[in-house]
């Protein structure tokens, strides 16, 4: 008996010390690779008051570069919510030949480093891309403008909403749905009486992860904006060029805010998940 | 489009039956082009179709036809030429590295975060998921603040192939940990409880019931973060210096082949990272598949 219980008090011992063992290296990893390092970017941004902040971002370039971001970023989740909602609701709802193709286009994106992203656009709409001459001949720029920035970062962002709103779509069933247009409610009623109600937290969701992703996309725009100051200098790319400039506060104080809009943006994301998960 | 009989019965199928008349069927031509869902289906898909195929689809196509427009040994020629083969190889090299220690860190912080509690677990929980929301190039400048030249802790890995480690790892964090999480919370419990009450020591519970169930997880995610890692920018580009066949990665070989105008290398390269990219992904697939049939 006491020998039992020795066993079991010596595994016991055992099993807590490996417990703490385990604990201590996932914590302190973490803590090493990621929250000490974002913290030190806080300290050094914030070391001397947030006057410098303050100025550094309301610089005329710094405010421009904020206009660009935001015109960029918006205009490709716009695009991507159209998109990602028709194609959620297809992948779903409808049976059609190459269904299950569309379904593996949809995650390329995810699997393609964004210079890769930005080549692959300027050899289509740039200059002497597949359809170069013709945006010329039109008068159109897409690539080194605003609407090339739009098409790399909406190419980052695709599947994110198509991944949030079709799991919801399928689990809610369309019971519902069928019930409406038996009672004589055409598509768009339906969609906006019975389907958009059950999927408005997943598609906020989406929306969110969309955002977040295009505001602080780097890569695939640094390849198609053609860096011009006011013009098509995003936020990212501020960044880049306070460095290169040794302007590290200008360059402190941009990834400082764009790191609060990733936190903000994960604490949102966060609770619509849970919500919408609890919903149904 | 045009419908052969047996898609656009395969498309009506999903008519509800109570929205038609009984016994009056219009013709499977009509059924597929009237206003009705079938309609809405052609429609919608070649919307989708065509968004897909002007931003994903024509250009990506386009890469791969440039890599080629000199002819294929040229392409080949560009992607073996000494300075892109050794971005080539590094990038390689310290993916594998990551994505193996991906391997193990992230299911010890899986295992951390399901099976251990200690004050401020929440904080921790939220913080795996940072560097999914971070932008790279902040990832870049937060690991540069503390481990670059003006380093605190006198740690200046700027400019090294370390920097490129510490930077993927960064980026590749929450792969595997957010994989292997769920599979970890769902996993019975009951069974570890009957090995640990027929004496089995706890190591050999973690080898023999805990390990198989989430080997398909673990891999899922070590996959997923082999194929970021190989195309990351921004996070290394910051931190590496590029310095040819040093510390240049294929992203950034790309990126200065587009700067020095030469598309064809860039293209060549860029396929060559594409192909990886969608093998690994096949293979996560058919992963999912093996999984899913495993139950």
Known sequence: MADASGVVAVQSNRRSASRYGLRFVALGYLLVLLAAPVAMVFYRAFQHGTGPIWRSLTSSEARSAIEVTLIVAISAVVLNTIFGVGAALLLVRRRF?????????????????????????????????????????????????????????????????????????????????????TLGANRWQTFRRITFPSIRDALAYGVVLSLARSLGEYGAVTVVSGHVVGKTMTLTLFIDERLQNFDQTAAYSAAVLLAIIAMGSLLISRRLRTRSRSNS | MSPLPSSALAVDASVPTAARPPGVRPPAWWRARSGGSAGGTSLGLGLVTLYLSFLVLIPLGAVIWKSQSNGWSEGWHQVTSPQAWAALKLTLTIS??????????????????????????????????????????????VLLSLYGPRSPAHINIAYTRTAITVALLFVTLPFVVRTVQPVLIELDRDMEAAAASLGASPFLIARRIILPNLVPAMLTGTGLAFARAIGEFGSISLLSGNLPFRTEVSAVNIYNQIQSDNPVGAAAQSTVLLFIAFVVLFALDRLKRWGGRRG
């Open chain 2, 96 to 141: 594998v590295g990551v994505a193996l220690f991906n391997l193990v860190m992230g299911t010890v912080i899986a295992w951390v975060l399901v099976r251990d509690d200690f004050p401020g677990k929440s904080v921790v929980e939220l913080l795996i998921d940072l560097p999914f929301a971070l932008p790279t190039i902040v990832a870049g400048v």
């Open chain 1, 97 to 181: 030949p190459g269904r299950h193709l569309l379904d593996v286009l949809v995650d390329i994106p995810q699997a393609v480093s964004p210079i890769v992203v930005g080549l692959a656009l300027i050899l289509v709409y740039g200059k002497f891309g597949f359809f170069g001459s013709w945006i010329e001949r039109n008068g159109l720029k897409i690539i080194f403008s605003l609407p090339g920035m739009v098409l790399a970062t909406a190419f980052v962002s695709l599947p994110l909403v198509v991944r949030s709103v079709a799991p919801v779509l399928a689990e809610i069933g369309d019971e519902q749905e069928q019930a409406a247009r």
